[in-house]
């Protein structure tokens, strides 16, 4: 069976921005709830590097967690702020990324979530074959800091960023070519590109196949597993909508079967209910959903 965790920015951003569900309300919840785990989105106002700069407060946030039987499934760092594709120096990259994850070892956390930063509109800028470099060279280095101190590196490819089509996927994952560097499925992201082709630049890539095919091709490759639906849109023309599970088009229990026959590092299925209006209240239908879903197919 799998663990099941949630990804907290779903309680502090968009729609909670300006409302933010505090992190000891959360997990105080989440363990109500029965849930295994959180993956922590690592920015104010939850636990983040930058104010939590000493180890002891990192290892009280842990502690409390542990208290009330939950574990930590991943850290999705505090990136975004950073250049990646629009700069041939990616040494402040670099450095941000080795605190994130520092960070990771202070909380017990094994497994860090990155993206390519830009979106697809930054090819106007730079040529596909000079930003693809670009992000590979910056990976191999994170990959090979992430190795050194425990912690696994995943990619989570979406239409917001730039290379969402499959081929891209696939390319960069070879090209990186470390033991430490997977990519992290997420189910709705994985339809938007492989189904529906959103947000891609030049001419549209799809597999006939959608997200089961993609995970397919992924197969042996793929590092973390994010849990939610598809509703076939896009939220604010940027991201994947993140559909509350069961609510949405995606046929689970292929896809499923599919991820656990290819093989993963990890048995957690993160829910991400990113920029979902009412994500506090539908965290427990979705709790149940995944539990239904582990029965079946865990």
Known sequence: ??????????????????????????????????????????????????????????????AKLYAKGLAWSGLAANLWGEKLIN????????????????????????AIRVDTVQPPTIFSEVDEDTARKRVVHAWKECSRIAADHGVRVVWEFEPGFAFNKPSDILRIVDAVNHDNFSVEFDTCHAHMVAAVGARQ??????????????????????????????????????????????????DFGPLLQELEAGGLPSDWWCIDLCFWPDAWAVTEKCKRAADQLNALYG
């Open 201 to 250: 630049p030049g001419e549209r890539e799809v597999l006939p196949g959608g997200a089961l095919e993609l995970a397919r091709k992924l197969r042996g490759k793929i590092g973390h597993v994010h849990l939610i639906d598809s509703d076939g849109t896009l939220h604010d023309d940027e991201t994947s909508t993140h559909v509350p599970i069961g609510e949405g088009v995606l």
């Open 1 to 62: 069976m799998k663990r099941i965790s949630i990804g907290s920015w779903a309680y502090t951003i968009g729609p909670y921005a300006s409302h933010p569900v505090p992190f000891d309300e959360v997990v105080d919840r989440l363990s109500a709830l029965g849930f295994h785990g959180v993956e922590l989105g690592g920015f104010p106002p939850h636990p983040n590097p930058d104010d939590l700069p000493y180890q002891e407060a990192r290892r009280e946030v842990a």
């Open 87 to 110: 700069t041939d120096d990616p040494s402040h990259y670099i450095a941000e990324f080795r605190k994130n994850v520092v960070f990771c070892n202070d909380l017990g956390i094994d």
